[in-house]
């Protein structure tokens, strides 16, 4: 160990204090001296904490003051007129639609109390706009208002209810606009309503007609035949009847029996008797036929509309199917499959209609076809009848078959069809108790099915 010295004049103990002495309050000057190293590091923490804090809470004000200002500009902007209350009815905010119903600023209104502004004759109305209530409870009613120049209009107010984040009641916001503007509102969209519903109902005539002179087109070609046979075999019973007449004009001119013989060779009296029969029997035949035809037209045409009747499917779509291909003037492998004795109740005249359409729609489909096949059938599937269209077109798009029963929507080109031949039709086979329903074909091509009740 190193030797220790003493100073002079001084004794070991007492100079061993003093070491001890000088040794703590050096020490102690470092603990304070690193007392405030560590307070003075914490305050840079804080202040670097406050400067971060500071530059959020400017953030977050710009932020409310941007949201406020677009709030506020949402709320001057709107045409009717808002009203907030608190509880007690007391007017918290206003925007300026308001103020312009009552002529003031927004200070001469803030803090009043709601009744304060409402015509005395209303007040009472006012009650139940006021009262607590859950949040989805909105009440209507009618108040005036009172403005420096006197009563407002009426308007036609909602009072919706406003909670807390607690959820306690804390006042209503009520908004409104004049009666006046809302009844010339509805007289307007009324107006509208009946321009579309004539419109609406000049189309549905306009396909009608439409309807009408494909009919009258399909009649025209059914009524040829039978009466060309007619008129020819009438022509040739003229002729016969001229003969006859010189032949007889002979017998009673008392000519001889060789010159009543030669006349009656060259007159061909023989032939013409022989011929008779067949010309009265097809003649009969023809006029039966545009009979047939005649008294099919009156039962289309003159049904009454909701008259119910039985109605043969046998007859009724050989009719349809007939008129609808002749009218259309193509070459088609028509196939058609009906069960016997298959009955419906309903109007036959507006049946008739629905196969008619859906057979020219499909023969327009098959336009650009090579062989085109179009296949009807009519089954009995339990207490009902299943009737069934087929074709072997293009089919239907698939964007096209969920709009195809909407109104006025067609993929034929213009002048070729109104877009309201699927609608009328679906509506009539809704009202005779079923659903006409779109679809593809097994081979391609598109299906139009509909289930009846079965008589």
């Not at 013989?261 to 060259?266: G, V």
Request: hydrophobic share 40%; proline share 4%; net charge negative.
């Amino acid at each position: 160990m190193p030797e220790v010295t003493h100073p002079p004049g001084a004794s070991e103990p007492e100079t061993l204090l003093k070491l001890i002495a000088k040794r703590g309050a050096m020490e102690l000057d470092q603990e304070r001296e690193g007392a405030w190293i560590e307070v003075i590091r914490k305050m840079d923490e804080v202040y670097s904490d406050l400067l971060r804090y500071e530059v959020d809470l400017e953030h977050k004000n710009a932020e409310l003051e941007e949201a406020q200002a677009f709030v506020t500009n949402v709320i001057e902007s709107v045409s009717d007129i808002l009203i907030v209350c608190d509880a007690k009815g007391l007017v918290q905010q206003v925007n300026s639609a308001f103020q312009h119903t009552l002529g003031c600023s927004v200070t001469d209104i803030v803090s009043r109390n709601i009744a304060d502004v409402i015509d005395i004759k209303d007040r009472a109305k006012l009650i139940p706009l006021l009262k607590p209530r859950s949040a989805s409870d909105v009440v209507d009613g009618e108040l005036r208002f009172s403005a420096e120049s006197g009563s407002s209009d009426l308007f036609a107010i909602n009072a919706s209810p406003r909670h807390d984040h607690r959820g306690r009641f804390i006042g209503v916001v009520l908004t409104g606009r004049p009666i006046g503007e809302l009844r010339r509102a509805y007289e307007e969209l009324h107006k509208a309503h009946h321009e579309l519903q004539r419109a609406q109902r000049q189309l549905v005539e306009q396909e009608k007609m439409a309807s009408l002179g494909r009919l009258v087109a399909g009649v025209a070609h059914e009524l040829n035949n039978p009466i060309s046979f007619v008129y020819g075999n009438v022509h040739t019973l003229m002729r016969y009847r001229t003969a006859i007449a010189a032949y007889l004009d002979a017998v009673h001119g008392e000519a001889k029996e060789d010159d009543l013989a030669a006349k009656r060779r060259s007159l061909r009296i023989d032939e013409i008797l022989e011929d008779f029969g067949p010309l009265i029997e097809g003649t009969l035949e023809g006029a039966v036929r545009i009979s047939e035809i005649v008294k099919n037209l009156r039962r289309l045409s003159f049904s009454k509309l909701g008259e119910v009747e039985r109605v043969n499917i046998e007859r009724l779509i050989n009719t349809a199917v007939l008129w609808a291909v002749r009218t259309k003037q193509v070459r088609i492998d028509l196939q058609l499959e009906i069960e016997p004795e298959l009955w419906v109740c309903g109007n036959e005249g507006q049946l008739h209609q629905v196969i008619v359409n859906l057979v020219e729609n499909a023969i327009d489909a098959m336009r650009g076809t090579e062989a085109p096949r179009l296949v009807v059938s009519a089954v009995r599937r339990g207490n009902e009848i299943l009737f069934r269209i087929s074709d072997n077109g293009p089919g239907i798009d698939k964007d096209h078959i969920s709009h195809i029963f909407e109104p006025f929507f067609t993929t034929k080109r213009v002048g070729e069809g109104t877009g309201l031949g699927l609608w009328i039709s679906y509506g009539i086979v809704r009202e005779h108790g079923g659903e006409l329903v779109a679809g593809y074909g097994p081979e391609g091509g598109a299906t139009f099915s509909f289930a009846l009740p079965a008589a």
